[in-house]
């Protein structure tokens, strides 16, 4: 029998309150079948300011295929304009993951599975300029990816400030936000 535990994909946006208040979402979709071995009822936030905080799942959602989306809300104040890198880490990713490299020993669960969002705050804007991130109207739980085949998905991606998107492929982050990449990982260059 093999154990998987259960981090399969997540975000974390936010949106803004006033002044330098913002409210932060993480949204997480994990394994919940008969190997899943994790289940949190709260996540640590990085605020990317020397700060952070244990916010509560507010809600959780089960879906086809073993695996359920989770969200987790929490507010924080910045003392002062600037950028901002939020953060949040969790072991551990689902095992049987090829394009995370592990060092030569172990497997993709034994790495940290992390995500991250940028904050900027103008100091030049006050808050007409206050910016709120992408809001993703899909869940980060893709489905089942098979090696050498084509893999399409859509986050249905959505600026509520009328900013212009880009996406690009990057490694996936493990622990104190490293790239977890095998040395054949290939990154696609960005477009629009």
Partial sequence: MTFATHNRGGEITYTHISGFTYEFTITTCTDVGDDAQANRD?????????????????SETLLPLDHKKSVYTGQHTYSSPGSYIICMEDPNRNGGIINIY??????????VFSIQSKLIIDPFAGNSGANNSVVFNDCPCPAQACVGQQYCYNN??????DDSLSYALVAPFGGELHPTACPYYVSIPAFS
Avoid: Q
């Fill in 42 to 58: 709260e996540l640590f936030i990085d605020y990317g300011d020397g700060e952070g905080d244990t916010i509560p799942r507010v």
């Fill in 102 to 111: 592990t060092g030569g020993a172990g497997n993709s669960d034994d790495v």
């Fill in 156 to 161: 249905l991606a959505v600026d509520i400030d």
